[in-house]
């Protein structure tokens, strides 16, 4: 656009001056004539270029304005599907992220892949029932792979018309680079027992709707295995009670099964998840109405005590070991017994978030493992 116009001011100016220039030789001369000439040649021109700006195809400036950008040049993957499930497009990122990607098939046949590479698919079958039942429903999760990927998927409304866009994203590296190896599979554990269970399918109706989402939002702060806060919401209310303590001392411990691995490798999984029911169980009836319990993953606890001094979480502390180490766990025809390492630090005053506490009980812990498990270990102690 900006060229045309600098022709069209060109053409003005030249015509204009050849026109000055016929005007000032005087009339009857044959260069008079020949100036004349060519400026209504040029007038024309600068006509024919005026005409063409006045009927250029609006949508073309339009079109220029819009961002075009290309979907295979996004980081993460990206599908459409239809009201039906029906998959209308999907970027490279996807089609490489997805098990057997067939553009044939629907939302559901798609991510079957996925899912049967899950602990436990039920809970992502729901989820994606529930979301094509719901066509206003947006909806985050983790998919804790057996392969060890971790896939994010978020899914939203597209239109009015009942197209949805899904959003993949592989975060495996960012699990990696928050946790140690040791440490990496218990979170994956962890981040696959997060993922909230769903009860029911959502209806079009308003009133249930909001109602399945209030359900949604209940379980998604919760362990699905234990029943206890997940790590997100432990955290949470974590937060929230440092915020509100005025002259409250506030304690935290962090619980640890031992050798937890080689319950899982000798009694097999299953056995491992009956042990760790039975210690949020004993960890739970411990705390009691002292403070709040969560799973921060895999095999690791934690609690956090508001109003108690020193000596009560200690006591706390060593009735909850106590407790565990005389527990049976009966699993079919197993039985076994196993034992705890506890960390325990105070929340300081002027620390701004619950974290500093987390962290020091988290050293304590360790320090206990390394002074040979089953034991309670204060931080003051761990660090003289």
Same mark, same amino acid.
């Given at each position: 656009?900006?060229?045309?116009?600098?022709?069209?001011?060109?053409?003005?100016?030249?015509? @204009? $001056?050849?026109?000055?220039?016929?005007?000032?030789?005087?009339?009857?001369?044959?260069?008079?004539?020949? @100036? @004349?000439?060519?400026?209504?040649?040029?007038?024309?021109?600068?006509?024919?270029?005026?005409?063409?700006?006045? %009927?250029?195809?609006?949508?073309?400036?339009?079109?220029?304005?819009?961002? %075009?950008?290309?979907?295979?040049?996004?980081?993460?993957?990206?599908?459409?599907?239809?009201?039906?499930?029906?998959?209308?497009?999907?970027? $490279?990122?996807?089609?490489?992220?997805?098990?057997?990607?067939?553009?044939?098939?629907?939302?559901?046949?798609?991510? /079957?892949?996925?899912?049967?590479?899950?602990?436990?698919?039920?809970?992502?079958?729901?989820?994606?029932?529930?979301?094509?039942?719901?066509?206003?429903?947006?909806?985050?999760?983790?998919?804790?792979?057996?392969?060890?990927?971790?896939?994010?998927?978020?899914?939203?409304?597209?239109?009015?018309?009942?197209?949805?866009?899904?959003?993949?994203?592989?975060?495996?590296?960012?699990?990696?680079?928050?946790?140690?190896?040791?440490?990496?599979?218990?979170?994956?554990?962890?981040?696959?027992?997060?993922?909230?269970?769903?009860?029911?399918?959502? =209806?079009?109706?308003?009133?249930?709707?909001?109602?399945?989402?209030?359900?949604?939002?209940?379980?998604? *702060?919760?362990?699905?295995?234990?029943?206890?806060?997940?790590?997100?919401?432990?955290?949470?209310?974590?937060?929230?009670?440092?915020?509100?303590?005025?002259?409250?001392?506030?304690?935290?411990?962090?619980?640890?099964?031992?050798?937890?691995?080689?319950?899982?490798?000798? =009694?097999?999984?299953?056995?491992?998840?009956?042990?760790?029911?039975?210690?949020?169980?004993?960890?739970?009836?411990?705390?009691?109405?002292?403070?709040?319990?969560?799973?921060?993953?895999?095999?690791? @606890?934690?609690?956090?005590?508001?109003?108690?001094?020193?000596? /009560?979480?200690?006591?706390?502390?060593?009735?909850?070991?106590?407790?565990?180490?005389?527990?049976?766990?009966?699993?079919?025809?197993?039985?076994?017994?196993?034992?705890?390492?506890?960390?325990?630090?105070?929340?300081?005053?002027?620390?701004?978030?619950?974290?500093?506490? %987390?962290?020091?009980?988290?050293?304590?812990?360790?320090?206990?493992?390394?002074?040979?498990? *089953?034991?309670?270990?204060?931080?003051? =102690?761990?660090?003289?």
């Amino acid at each position: 656009m900006a060229k045309l116009d600098i022709a069209k001011a060109f053409l003005g100016l030249a015509s @204009f $001056t050849l026109f000055l220039l016929g005007r000032g030789l005087g009339a009857g001369t044959t260069l008079d004539l020949t @100036f @004349f000439v060519a400026g209504l040649i040029l007038l024309g021109g600068l006509f024919v270029l005026t005409l063409c700006g006045i %009927l250029r195809t609006p949508g073309s400036d339009r079109s220029r304005g819009k961002l %075009l950008l290309d979907p295979d040049r996004l980081p993460d993957g990206v599908l459409v599907s239809g009201v039906d499930g029906k998959v209308l497009g999907a970027n $490279t990122v996807a089609q490489r992220l997805i098990t057997n990607f067939d553009p044939g098939h629907d939302i559901k046949k798609l991510f /079957d892949g996925w899912h049967r590479e899950l602990g436990d698919r039920s809970q992502a079958d729901q989820v994606v029932d529930a979301v094509l039942a719901s066509p206003d429903i947006q909806f985050s999760e983790l998919l804790n792979l057996k392969d060890g990927r971790v896939i994010e998927r978020n899914t939203r409304p597209l239109d009015d018309e009942g197209k949805r866009i899904w959003f993949l994203r592989d975060i495996t590296h960012v699990q990696q680079a928050n946790h140690d190896s040791a440490m990496h599979q218990s979170m994956v554990e962890a981040d696959a027992a997060r993922t909230a269970e769903l009860a029911e399918q959502l =209806y079009h109706a308003k009133a249930e709707l909001e109602a399945k989402q209030a359900e949604l939002r209940r379980l998604a *702060n919760t362990d699905s295995l234990t029943g206890l806060l997940n790590r997100r919401r432990f955290t949470s209310r974590g937060e929230e009670t440092v915020a509100g303590a005025k002259n409250t001392e506030i304690w935290v411990i962090m619980m640890d099964i031992d050798f937890f691995k080689r319950i899982n490798d000798t =009694y097999g999984h299953a056995a491992g998840d009956v042990a760790i029911k039975d210690f949020a169980n004993i960890v739970k009836t411990c705390v009691g109405e002292k403070g709040f319990v969560g799973r921060m993953g895999g095999e690791e @606890f934690a609690a956090i005590l508001a109003g108690s001094g020193m000596h /009560d979480a200690i006591r706390l502390a060593e009735d909850i070991r106590r407790q565990t180490a005389k527990h049976q766990t009966v699993c079919e025809a197993e039985k076994f017994r196993f034992t705890t390492s506890i960390g325990v630090a105070q929340w300081m005053p002027d620390e701004v978030t619950i974290e500093p506490a %987390l962290d020091r009980a988290d050293q304590a812990l360790y320090s206990a493992k390394a002074y040979g498990r *089953n034991r309670v270990v204060g931080f003051e =102690y761990a660090t003289a």
